[in-house]
């Protein structure tokens, strides 16, 4: 292969690695939103809420990714009259897709919380927000930290999908190479770089999701 096609898919990498930077992180935030409003929605008004971030997430866990990326890219440009850069767009697919997942992530977290944490914080003067932001979400994030970094490691992966949206990532980069090799030596070995630069990546994830959960049963016990 030629250094030429290597640094097309160099650049291809770089943007994977930022449009999952971006979906993960922007769904962490939103999941965990979703996570509370399911979870503690189910009084008044905030039942309300709660159904309506219930309906959200089994909308999106149980219809396709590409399904959403593709809404991104063909609605949102008409309905908000934005441009229509498919690297934006599809990553704003994948991040409300990938929320949805870590909603439930987030939720399993905060089910393992006693009860009675709240009641003693009400006791202490706490309300609602501090209780959950200096007693609950840090004890949740420390039981999920393993399975978000898991799930982070599949966003990675599914940046893929917008190579059917000639999106410039990996995937689609090395599918430009493709189309101009002919022979079969080149063919194996854009393969095998592709597929050796996805796994650097998502291993080295791989490796801080073992070790953090290893140090967390160590701390447990």
Known sequence: MHIVDFYMLLNGLKLTIIMAFFAAGGAIIFGSILAVMR????????????????????????TPLLLWMYAACFVLPIVLGIPANYAVLGTIGLFLYTSSVMAEIIRGGLNSI?????????????????????IIFPQCYRKVTPTILSQCVTTIKDTSFLAALNVAELTNASKDILSRVTSFQEIVSVF????????????????????????????LH
């Open 39 to 62: 979870n503690y929605g189910t009084h008044g008004v905030n039942r309300v809420f709660g159904y309506l971030a219930g309906i959200y997430v089994e909308i999106f866990r149980n």
């Open 114 to 134: 006693p009860k009675g944490q709240f009641e003693a914080a009400a006791s202490q003067g706490f309300s609602f927000p501090f209780t959950l932001w200096y």
């Open 192 to 219: 095998a770089t592709v597929a050796g630069l996805y796994f650097i990546v998502c291993f080295s994830l791989s490796l801080i999701v073992r070790y953090y959960s290893n140090r967390t049963k160590i701390n």
